[in-house]
């Protein structure tokens, strides 16, 4: 490590809140899917900003329409409409199907909205004010207060109780135990169709479907955090399209943006015009025109470079690759995940294989103490997979 890098390093150390245990390297530029740290030294990135640069680094046309729009204007407010704004959610409807769009700055935002709308529709019907969520364990909706409330996992609660009232958890793929937490009080039952930080666990046809019955009978609110197992991650532009399972709320982040902060949260006309009304909630920064066109541009170039067709061609590789790593190394005990959202879950901690990786030049991260998560730019080829399988086969023996 250069001197440069090594002090950059201690200036971090003693300047920003000790929140992360950061990897020792200050990444300068990326290029496709490669990044590039202060030494020069490049790197595989399997990660890509924790699934948020679908498009891959230095994408010409994403660059020149954020170029572009910074010249004309980059921010208003949302007591004006600005056309960046209209344009992005005219696409986001389209390809989601949803009816009703609020732009955030992030994924845990667009989950607050959610939470939020659900009880303001459920207030609307009865005045009441004691409604119950229902979420998952092992789920991860954010680290603000609302969205950490409805994220399973206790350790990540603890430290911050009283979390927001009247949340219940139940477990992936275990209809059961959803029916065991169902009250009269019930607004929304609240899932990620697939669960990312929670260990890379697809929930299943018949549970979706189980559900959105469910929801149906009672008039619950079915809410799918598509945060990080959406925008193409799995095949699908979102992966409930998957079974044809629509949500009533839905939220969305991540490669939403491109690596512009971005998310949104969309709903059913029939909850748009039954929840949330004027004053009800707001964001100054969220829909802005710079964030904005970003989302708009990141759409256009998922139709005009085809990127759906492209997961559903190079996922069944990395697939293939990775069951074969599995073979050849009895510590590694299953692979999971859906699409490019995969992981390898081993029989002890991974964090110094992750390192060893690192030094090689290979970037990737856990999910979990015993879990490798590949969630790479949505570009990558054959020929990634097999350079990254190549790494992280040396890194593990």
Known sequence: MSET???YIEEAERDLLHTYNRYQIVLERGDGVYLYDLDGKKYLDFVAGIAVFALGYNNKKYNDALKGQIDKLIHTSNYYYNVPAIEAAKKIKRVSGMDRVFFTNSGAEANEGAIKAARKYAYRKDKRTDHEIIALNHSFHGRT?????????????????PMIGNIKFADLNDFDSVLAQVTDRTCALMMEPVQGEGGLLPA????????RRL??????????????????????????????VKPDIMTTAKALGCGVPLGAFLMTERVGQSSLEAGDHG?????????????????D???????????????????????????????ILERRGCGLMQGLRFSHPVA?????ALDRGLILINAGADIIRFVPPL??????VDEMISILDASIR
């Open 5 to 7: 890098m090594k002090n």
């Open 145 to 161: 207060m609302g969205a950490l409330s409805v994220t399973g996992n206790a350790k990540y609660r603890e430290p911050f109780e």
């Open 204 to 211: 299943t046809e018949e549970f979706l479907k189980s559900a």
């Open 215 to 244: 929801c149906d009978e009672r008039d619950i609110l079915l809410i799918f955090d598509e945060v990080q197992c959406g925008m193409g991650r799995t095949g699908f532009m979102y992966a409930w399209q998957r079974y044809g």
């Open 283 to 299: 964001t100054t920064y969220g829909g802005n025109p710079l964030a904005a066109t970003a989302a708009s541009t990141v759409l």
């Open 301 to 331: 170039l998922f139709e005009e470079e085809h990127i759906l067709e492209h997961v559903r061609q190079v996922a069944p590789y990395l697939e293939k690759r990775l069951d074969e790593l599995a073979e050849r190394h009895e510590d």
């Open 352 to 356: 110094e294989i992750i390192n060893r």
């Open 379 to 384: 570009v990558i080829t054959r020929e990634h």
